[in-house]
């Protein structure tokens, strides 16, 4: 079954000069696949992640998630879209520094109005999940970098997403807490059947995934 599918993708940022970032994208992704899009700086691969995720909308064609097209959808109906099917992880972290790592992962569910008690006992399973339960009641400043993005993958699998995607998810870490985060990424992706795209720089990284989707000078690479 296909998650994730874009017809005909173009992105075109306006300027002084126009810049054409993404070029006639078609891609297909199945549910509980594990992919990568690589490709040299500049060529659009983060661009498509934010547009697939619901973060940007493309200039032309049409994106579907879970056989919705977002393309066709307005602010609120992307909104719910993002909360309930995309969990985001990002190459910083993006934690709240006031918040411990426990508080990081409710408070999207108590903005939702959800239950406190079931909130705190879900977010708890999910730090024991990612191994990082020990640092339930750490601030982010007292996390080393490899926690931090632990914190930051359960905060986006709080909502039980269909789809995880993440942009260079190991851009800011060493090569030991790099293959840590691959190493969960790879266990989310058998224990739960999820689906996940990550954007990376990494060659060896992306040649770990089961598919590698190349994009040069925002176009796919054949």
Known sequence: MKVIE?????????????????????????KGEFCSITGPSGSGKSTLLYLLSALDTPTAGDIFINNKNISKMNDKELTQIRQNEIGLVFQFHFLLPEFTALENL???????????????????EILEKVNILHK???????????????VAIARALINEPAILLADEPTGNLDSNNSKN???????LNKDYNQTILIVTHDINFARCTDRIIEIVDGRIKK
């Open 136 to 150: 339930k009641s750490s601030l982010p400043s007292e996390m080393s970098g490899g926690e931090q993005q632990r």
């Open 181 to 187: 985060i691959y190493d969960l990424l790879k266990e």
């Open 106 to 124: 409710m408070i999207s569910q108590l903005l939702a109005k959800k239950d406190k008690k079931l909130s705190e006992k879900k977010a708890l």
């Open 6 to 30: 874009t017809k005909n993708i173009y992105k075109i940022f306006d300027g002084k000069i126009k810049s054409e970032a993404l070029k006639d994208i078609n891609i297909q992704i199945e």
